[in-house]
């Protein structure tokens, strides 16, 4: 089921993304880029990491969002649940799991 991709970038100069936590559609620049590592969701700090990526408001009510609907094994089409402990650290300003 694709529910997107039509609409990437809208026709409009400045590319938008929709927050997978609370579905809101804010400027790319805006939301922080997520990538899938193996298991785990991890922050896409300088925008360079290969990969299908999701984006979120760096908050961490959004990623609680995220987990709660289960966005994000349907952002990165997996089947489990990923582990989204590296994303958590960074929001709450603790950058011990990002590289
Ligand atoms: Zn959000």
Redesign the pocket.
């Known amino acids: 089921m694709r529910q997107h991709g039509k609409l990437e970038y809208g026709g409009q100069a400045v590319p938008q993304r929709t927050?997978v936590?609370?579905r809101?559609r804010e400027a790319k620049s805006e939301l922080l880029r997520l990538v899938r590592v193996e298991g785990q969701v991890v922050p896409d700090l300088r925008g360079q990491l290969p990969g299908r990526g999701a984006s979120?408001?760096p908050?961490v009510k959004?990623l609680e969002l995220a987990e709660r609907r289960r966005a994000f094994p349907r952002a990165f089409r997996v089947p489990g649940p990923l582990d989204v402990t590296p994303v958590r650290a960074h929001l709450e300003g603790e950058p011990r799991n990002v590289m």
């Open positions: 927050c936590g609370c809101a979120l408001h908050a959004c």
